[in-house]
């Protein structure tokens, strides 16, 4: 993965002095709380219903054995032993001291991590596939442009004060597993006639309030051009995105209002103003990818024949095989996930133990990476299949193996009114209540892949609006209800779920879950997935089901 | 008032003029909208002329007229209102002007550094304390990722 040099270094540590003068400003009565919001943003602190929150980044989910070390130590130094991975790559501590957080991000920077740009209307970290480098479908690798735009993006001084977030993700395989076309800028790595790579660039996508699919506006950006492309968006974009109204000054809004076709118009015309003697050189480029190389593989890791003789002996770790594992492009290796979905968990969150004990595995079994995947579990992306055995027995003690990689019980799950000022409804309790309904293993393996997003409020953190079954809650009157939406898809094809129905209330949302998943297997054809069978019929025959009592 | 400009602290000479007051001796900042409706009258003005942008004027407008343009002022309505970043490099890169660009109004000296990375070369403080921030402020970041202005 990438290692910084002197002057990455230098950049967060001076990051860090500066937020460390703005805290100690703010805390002398110098800085007022509107202003200092600002900038703790910037900075990834979020006040909360019960304490700050912090989010650190995961640079497009790349994070090594010391860093997760490294989170542990923050998580029982300044938090109440845990954290949580989001859709976004990022790490959240729910617990820390406003007073602590110029310390924890010296720690962070003692790793080179960092916080800056995790919050606020400024570029965000960017996010990628979690199977970056290793997947058998890649066109190219997306990680060297990920850090390409990550420093690109970092600082920028034109573009901190946007009208709102600004979001970017790259996805360099043929299936689109980093929700590319939600994302206010969406990159797939392609390549043209002659081979060369380049990108098909998406922009006004989004999800949140409005959920709007990203239109393609470059169907061939050469790689030289990538970033004054990007440039010329972001200055539209700021100098031209509504600031009237915080619920209409994402990006998608001013291209749906624009047009696409005027919005790239625009866009090309400040770009060809800018686009020469800024290219990206392919030294640099080449340069970038240096971090990135491919590490050490066993060259006889497919002549392999113990896997086979233990999934055969061992159904349990056959199973988890099946469901938490994903295909390698080197032969005898797969990619190993860890479930942060254990049933009595909630989805997402880790221990400080945990943390440790996957850093220590890392070591053993995959180069001391681990990745954080969009739907909050992590990943080892480069494990021997002869050790994915001992990998599974060390993972199932400490209840990172849970078999549900894919499946209902593998939820998108925001931290809602348990945590987020913003919630209107709690989340986390209605996930643990769906786990208890769903308990039978083969049960939730018989209904196979089905996405499951929750979020507790409109701002649609879990993304429910492209759950193929969306939980949404929302307060009426005082009370939690909860809407469904079937059919939505963040992939390839990608799709805004359709509404059920009247929102059902608290006690009820399990019930309805459990009734739409009896819907589908009693109607499903053979080998149709859910998303597939919601598409042949539509959402009449779940409807009726589910309001049947009403 | 004392105002920053290229890091030093000097006097300010400038008085900015509403769209209904007379014109004053001396060095005065008038809106784009005075600029373009008064520009011959402007003109045989004895002292030196700048000019006021907000975040929703265009600098576009002003492309022609910046030779005669001494100051550019760039009034910030809202420190969170990030459009006045882009004109400043409008006004630089696009326009090519030389001349003093200085931010007032309701920024914070916390954005400085952003400010001057895109060309602002001269900071208003609305209060007297925030002269030493800015200035620290000036000096925050020694390195950087991606090319602007400065």
């Not at chain 1, 209904?447 to 939980?471: E, F, P, R, Y």
Request: negative net charge.
């Amino acid at each position: 993965m990438y290692q910084y040099n002197q002057d990455d270094q230098t950049l967060i540590d001076e990051r860090v002095a500066q937020f460390r003068d703005q805290t100690d400003r703010y805390l002398k009565g110098e800085l007022g709380a509107d202003q200092f919001r600002a900038l703790r943003l910037r900075n990834g602190l979020y006040v909360q219903t019960h304490a700050p929150m912090l989010r650190v980044a995961g640079p497009y989910g790349l994070i090594s054995s010391n860093q997760l070390r490294k989170l542990a130590h923050i998580a029982r130094t300044y938090d109440k032993n845990y954290c949580h991975f989001t859709t976004r790559q990022n790490v959240q501590f729910n617990w820390p001291e406003l007073e602590k957080v110029p310390d924890i991000l010296a720690e962070l920077a003692s790793v080179q991590m960092h916080a800056i740009q995790t919050s606020g209307n400024c570029m965000r970290n960017t996010s990628t596939d979690h199977l970056a480098g290793v997947c058998p479908d890649e066109i190219a690798d997306p990680r060297p442009y990920c850090e390409i735009i990550r420093q690109w993006t970092t600082l920028h001084p034109e573009f901190d004060y946007l009208p709102r977030k600004f979001k970017i993700a790259v996805s360099g395989a043929t299936h689109d597993r980093a929700a590319t076309q939600f994302h206010d800028i969406g990159l797939h790595l392609v390549k043209n006639a002659s081979g060369e790579v380049g990108f098909k660039v998406f922009v006004g996508g989004g999800l949140g309030r409005t959920p709007i699919i990203g239109q393609v506006i470059k169907p061939f950006l050469e790689q030289k051009h990538l970033l004054s492309y990007l440039e010329a968006i972001l200055r539209i974009y700021n100098l031209f995105g509504r600031r009237d109204n915080m619920y209409k000054a994402r990006i998608k809004i001013l291209v749906k209002e624009t047009g696409l076709e005027k919005f790239s118009d625009m866009v090309d015309a400040e770009w060809q103003l800018i686009r020469d003697g800024r290219e990206l050189t392919s030294e640099r480029v080449e340069q970038i990818k240096a971090h990135f190389i491919p590490p050490a593989y066993a060259a006889d890791a497919g002549s392999d024949t113990s896997f086979a003789d233990l999934q055969a002996k061992h159904p349990a770790f056959a199973t988890w095989v099946k469901h938490n594992t994903a295909a390698h492009k080197i032969p005898g290796y797969r990619a190993a996930f860890v479930s942060l979905k254990a049933p009595d968990s909630p989805p997402g969150d880790i221990t400080d133990t945990q943390l440790d004990a996957v850093a220590e595995l890392a070591d053993r079994f995959s180069f001391g990476e681990v990745r954080s995947t969009h739907r909050q579990n992590l990943i080892f992306a480069d494990v021997k299949q002869a050790d994915l055995y001992d990998l599974w027995q060390a993972l199932e003690p400490l209840k990172l193996a849970t078999p549900n990689i894919g499946t209902v019980t593998d939820m998108i799950c925001c931290p809602g009114l348990d945590f987020c000022s913003l919630a209107n409804a709690s989340s986390i309790g209605i996930a643990k209540e769906i786990n208890e309904a769903l308990d039978d293993l083969d049960y939730i393996h018989d209904i196979g892949d089905l996405k499951v997003n929750m979020s507790g409020c409109m701002n649609g953190c879990a993304h429910q609006s492209v759950g193929h079954i969306g939980i949404l809650g929302v307060d009426k009157k005082g009370t939690e209800w909860y809407q469904l939406t079937l059919g939505g898809s963040s992939e390839n094809e990608a799709a805004i779920g359709e509404r059920l129905g009247p929102a059902v209330a608290k006690d009820e949302v399990t019930n309805a879950i459990t009734t739409i998943l009896d819907v589908y297997i009693k109607n499903r054809l053979a080998e149709e997935s859910f998303l597939d069978m919601v598409k042949r019929v539509g959402i009449t025959p779940f409807k009726e089901q589910v309001y049947a009592s009403h | 008032m004392q105002v920053i400009k290229d890091k030093q602290i000097i006097a300010n000479t400038w008085t900015y003029l509403t769209d209904d007051e007379p014109l004053l001796t001396g060095d005065v900042i008038v809106s784009v909208q005075r600029w373009l409706q008064d520009k011959s009258a402007l003109l045989a003005h004895e002292g030196k002329i700048g000019v006021r942008v907000t975040s929703t004027d265009a600098v576009a407008d002003l492309a022609n007229d910046l030779q005669h343009i001494e100051l550019i002022e760039l009034n910030f309505p809202a420190f969170a209102d990030g459009r006045l970043f882009s004109q400043a490099w409008l006004l630089r890169e696009r326009y090519h002007y030389h001349g003093e660009i200085r931010a007032t109004g309701n920024y914070l000296p916390d954005q400085v550094f952003y400010l001057s990375r895109v060309g602002v070369n001269a900071f208003s403080p609305s209060r007297v304390e925030d002269i030493t921030t800015t200035l620290a402020g000036l000096n925050t970041f020694t390195v950087k990722y991606q090319p602007s202005v400065n």
